[in-house]
């Protein structure tokens, strides 16, 4: 009973600061309509700045006037980030500010690295809350109670300005319908500023706040998020007491799951969130969105048209220039290639999940390290032939893919999206946690390509058949009759089942196939590299596909493939420099400002203002 | 000689709010049956009963006397009825043909087929039913530049893509330019005629409903409360009570 009272006492001290960052979170989200990805940076930031403060800042006064402080220059850092970055791209298509986000992240984790180094920091100790007090025999750090304390208060208080005052009128009113709130003449630019300034400072009062007790590193911005995304969603979006019972409950619980459980502390997190979501698909507090009948946001797709003799004449040179590689370059050159056209493959199967099926999927790694899980445990464990594992490896993230997609589809929107999140996570986690199977961080090595396949260029060459040949199905199912009831379960939900199309049917076996071509690009991959890592299932692998497909353009059939094209090059010529992050980041920030269409859109519209391309043509 | 389509006593309760109460009508072949009502009267409460958008508290449809009431929209479209919504749902990302053309692959039950290029597909009789609808000067246009009237009339032509025997149609000419609600309904009356299509709609335009309804129902508060032809509802007193308290605009409409 003492043990329990006291597990249950430190999970509420465990879930204050997951809970102030939820909160921002779900505010920004709310108003903006942008998932912040960049939140878990702000509450590193939060972390290292209240550090840097607690070293100059003396005594009980500075420590919380740190606290305090960090929480402002990170508010005043999401202001920053607001006008810069967002501002310009707010009336880009929907979700496109992820991408921006996304290089918001990379910048900061350089800037850290550059100001604060690459050491974990250890946090101070509260002044005068240093030891424990004793409560029913079992010691409670007497800070855990200061927290027990100060969270309730921070929740009153946000509540009662979200309820009660006029700017929480504004807020809850942009959150229900911002175009209504900018006709009655509220200037929408500054509230959305003042929102992700409060959103930003409460990510940086969570990091500051936990100092004492996890200090703090340059691994914080993406080990928040999961546990984040979990809490906003099992909370609901935008509900305030949601999250706060939300944080506590996933505390609470990671707390016994330490306690009892060890192995599975990270799989119980994601398998709470999905029970919670099959019983209340939009949270505990959360309701439902309201979805427009839009479709797609903003400017409609083009329509597209199978390839001209021209563009099949062009496709085919590319081909055989790409053939032709061995000729003239280096056995480097091929395994860059190599990699360029997995990555190529793997971002095409996101783009037809999202681009044509209008299916964001925030954990497609999920499909292509599992492909490669599958290929690699067959080998290792069953002794399975390279041929054999090869082509099981893409029916296995086919199946997870279509098992995973039954259940998000029951969900829309950024639920859908939070949700394949949850489940790529939750595989990460399976993997990483059961070593005795997956070798769990040492990862699987020794998988390599059957005798014939060997040579880099005889390798090369595979790798090509099977990522152009993905890439040319994937496109030729955009044309066919499913590739259209796809698109038209898109743009209107409502018209294809008046007319007869099963909607869901069409986007399970969508999302299914895309699986499967993720599986081929993950099971091309472990047998170029000869090893396969818990890093190809997690939230970095998940967003590189997804800033690739934003950034080669969602609405232009080669989009994805552009895109990876483009990225994975820049990329590789990007990783020589030591803050490579930092430059990449800005690369994309300054992409996502000058061409909110995707490289591919951008310049079709380019083209068409020099009237280089007739109207409706497709690239 | 069976109706096309029968309601007997449907009934939706939202709550405790009764927003549709026992509606029995019948419609039958080759008519074009308009049910009006202020607004709030039920009349797209009723409508979703229909279509299966919206389970029904109580009550039957009947479609040619076999009961459908509890099928899913896609097995009631699949039973031979198309219809058009208020706000026009269209494929944005299409053109006009390909709108059509993907009616025509669900029909033929061609939704999963990978092999072929959709676009070659029922191309002729896609433009016979752009063609029938105005519209096939416009087939290759991008959908989503289409102005108001031509998307009606595009959502008509997906409509009457299955070959329905009744055709429900929801304000269709609701948004529209008094010009193009005109032409719109005079469309619809003539495919009436030529392929012996029933039509159950809602409208608002009092000139539309007389000029070209065969018969009109009045909902009011959920209720059934008159059923005639043009002449019989404008000189109705309750219909007038209910329209304007009482006032005579709608005979000095009549007069033209």
Not at chain 2, 131 to 136: F, K, Q, R, S
Request: hydrophobic letters at 55%; one cysteine or more.
């Amino acid at each position: 009973m003492e043990f329990f009272v006291a597990q249950i006492l430190t999970g509420l001290a465990n879930a204050s600061s997951l809970f102030l960052v939820a909160c921002g979170l779900s505010l920004i989200f709310g108003v903006t309509r942008i998932v912040n990805f960049a939140h878990g940076s702000l509450y590193m930031l939060g972390a290292y700045i209240g550090y840097s403060l607690m070293q100059v800042l003396p005594g009980m006064i500075g420590f919380w006037g740190a606290i305090l402080l960090a929480g402002v220059i990170v508010g005043v850092i999401g202001v920053a980030i607001e006008m810069l970055v967002l501002r310009p791209v707010y009336r880009a298509p929907e979700l496109f500010q992820l991408v921006a986000t996304f290089g918001v992240i990379l910048v900061i984790q350089d800037l850290a690295l550059i100001i604060w180094g690459p050491e974990d920091l250890l946090g101070p100790r509260a002044p005068g809350l240093r030891g424990v007090v004793r409560i029913m025999g079992e010691p409670i750090p007497k800070y855990d109670i200061a927290l027990l304390v100060i969270t309730p208060l921070v929740a009153v208080a946000l509540w009662y300005l979200i309820t009660r005052t006029r700017v929480g009128v504004l807020v809850r009113a942009a959150t229900q319908d911002r175009e209504m709130v900018g006709a009655l003449g509220v200037n929408q630019a500054w509230l959305f500023t003042g929102v992700f300034a409060l959103g930003s400072a409460l990510a940086g009062l969570g990091g500051a706040l936990q100092l004492p007790k996890g200090g703090a590193d340059l691994m914080m911005d993406f080990n928040i998020l999961p546990p984040l995304f979990v809490v906003v969603v099992v909370g609901g979006m935008g509900s305030l007491p949601g999250a706060y019972l939300a944080a506590i409950i996933i505390s609470v619980l990671n707390v016994f799951g330490v306690a009892y459980m060890p192995q599975s502390t990270l799989v119980l997190m994601f398998v709470v969130m999905i029970v919670v979501l099959m019983i209340r698909p939009y949270g505990l507090f959360g309701r439902e969105e309201v979805a427009g009948e839009h479709g797609q946001a903003g400017e409609p797709e083009r329509p597209i048209k199978p390839a001209s003799d021209k563009i099949r004449l062009l496709v085919t040179a590319g081909i055989v220039i790409l053939a032709l590689l061995p000729l003239y370059g280096s056995s480097f050159a091929q395994v860059l290639t190599t990699d360029i056209l997995i990555f190529c493959l793997f971002a095409a199967s996101l783009h037809f999940l999202l681009g044509l099926g209008g299916m964001v999927s925030f954990g497609h790694a999920a499909y292509y390290g599992g492909g490669a899980y599958v290929a690699a445990l067959l080998v290792t464990h069953a002794g399975s032939p390279m041929e054999l594992a090869f082509i099981l490896a893409p029916l296995g993230a086919g199946l997870a893919a279509l098992v995973i997609g039954w259940v998000c589809l029951r969900l829309t929107g950024v639920y859908f999206a939070m949700l394949t999140l949850a489940f790529a996570q939750l595989l990460w986690s399976l993997v990483f946690q059961w070593g005795t199977v997956t070798g769990g961080d040492d990862g699987l090595i020794n998988i390599w390509p059957a005798e014939w396949l060997k040579d880099t260029t005889i390798y090369f060459y595979f790798a090509l058949f099977f990522a152009v040949g993905g890439i040319l199905v994937m496109r030729h199912v955009a044309h066919s009759p499913f590739g259209y009831a796809l698109r038209a379960a898109r743009d209107s939900e409502r018209q294809a089942e008046a007319t007869g199309i099963n909607t869901k049917q069409v986007q399970l076996l969508a999302f299914g196939f895309a699986g499967m071509m993720g599986g081929l690009a993950g099971a091309l991959f472990v047998f170029s590299k000869g090893s396969v890592f818990p890093n190809e299932l997690e939230i970095a692998r998940s967003f590189d596909a997804l800033i690739v497909v934003f950034l080669g353009g969602v609405k232009t059939l080669s989009g994805g493939v552009v895109g990876a094209g483009v990225f994975k090059a820049i990329e590789d010529v990007l990783t020589r420099f030591e803050y490579w992050r930092l430059i990449m980041g800005l690369l994309i920030i300054f992409v996502v400002i000058l061409a909110p269409d995707g490289i591919v859109g951008s310049l079709r519209k380019a083209a068409r203002r020099v009237g280089g391309l007739k109207a409706g043509g497709e690239e | 000689m069976t109706a096309i389509l029968e309601t007997r006593g449907l009934t939706k309760v939202f709550g405790g709010v009764v927003a549709v109460k026992d509606v029995s009508f019948q419609l039958h072949k080759g008519e074009l049956l308009a049910l009006i009502g202020p607004n709030g009267a039920g009349k797209s409460t009723c409508f979703n009963m229909l279509m299966g958008q919206l389970p029904v508290t109580s009550g039957d449809v009947y479609l040619e006397g076999e009961r459908i009431t509890g099928l899913t929209p896609r097995q009631i479209w699949r039973k031979g009825v198309g219809r058009t919504f208020q706000i026009t749902a269209t494929y944005a990302s299409m053109t006009v043909i390909e709108n059509v053309q993907m009616a025509l692959m669900s029909h033929h039950g061609e939704i999963l087929r990978f092999l072929p290029f959709a676009t070659r597909m029922h191309r002729d009789e896609a433009l016979a039913l752009l063609d029938m609808v105005g519209m096939a000067n416009q087939a290759e246009r991008h959908s989503a530049v289409l102005a108001y009237g031509d998307l009606k009339r595009m959502e008509l032509a997906i409509a009457l893509a299955h070959t329905p025997k009744l055709l429900l149609m929801d304000e269709p000419t609701a948004g529209m330019a008094p010009k193009e609600r005109v032409a719109l309904m005079q469309l619809t009356a003539d495919i009436v005629r030529d392929r012996g299509v029933s039509v159950l709609f809602t409208e608002h335009d009092m000139d539309v409903v007389f000029a070209h309804s065969h018969r009109i129902m009045v909902l009011n508060r959920g209720e059934l409360i008159a059923e005639g032809n043009a002449e019989q509802i404008r000189n109705n007193p309750m219909v007038q009570d209910v329209y304007l308290g009482g006032g005579t605009v709608f005979a000095s409409e009549g007069a033209q």
